[in-house]
């Protein structure tokens, strides 16, 4: 099955800056395939499917409910300390995800759903370099959290697993336009 033509107009300078800051701001929502699919106006209808072939990778941390369970006792204060925490080791790590060429698909409370677009032959290489590069970044930055709460400290570990597959997924988009979609990766 040969790809489809895609139309892909012609953007001026400031259109095409706009766009660009469009993307950036949809990438924090959405899987980086998708927001290139609505930047080109290609975005699957609910119930249309494709087929792809990619590598998966999901990352399962550890630690955070402890975490969360003791900064709860802080009230809002603890609140923003764990929110300052998740959001700081999120982004690390979605960063190196980004710079490794995946896409997250899915955020399963302290665990994400990500993969890899095979275009080049080399998304299982990929997938495991950036496996590798997310242990030791987690071993390196994030093992040990120290998090000031009034006149003590508290000390909590992070741990992360992850797994890597590759092989033939299913990519469809879910749901009632007029409602909500989901973005779903299968296979």
């Not at 300390?81 to 409370?109: C, E, P, Y």
């Amino acid at each position: 099955m040969s790809d489809p033509v895609v139309y892909q107009p012609h953007l001026d300078s400031q259109s095409s800056q706009s766009a660009r800051r469009l993307a950036r701001r949809l990438a924090a929502y959405l899987p980086v395939t998708v927001t290139r699919q609505i930047m080109n106006n290609e975005l699957p209808q609910p119930g249309e499917t494709r087929w792809l072939t990619a590598a998966t990778l999901f990352a399962d941390m550890s630690g955070f409910t402890p975490m969360a369970e003791t900064l709860a006792e802080d009230g809002p204060r603890g609140a923003e300390a764990l929110n300052r925490t998740l959001l700081i080791t999120f982004t690390a790590l979605i960063n190196a995800i980004h710079d490794a060429g995946g896409a997250v698909s899915h955020f399963h409370g302290d665990a994400m759903m990500v993969y890899f677009l095979d275009t080049d032959g080399r998304a299982a290489a990929r997938a495991l370099a950036c496996a590798r590069f997310m242990q030791s970044l987690m071993l390196t930055s994030f093992a040990h959290m120290s998090i000031k709460r009034g006149s003590k400290e508290s000390l909590f570990d992070l741990t992360i697993k992850i797994g890597v597959g590759y092989g033939r997924c299913l990519e469809t988009v879910v749901g009632d336009p007029n409602n909500a979609l989901e973005f779903v990766l299968a296979g």
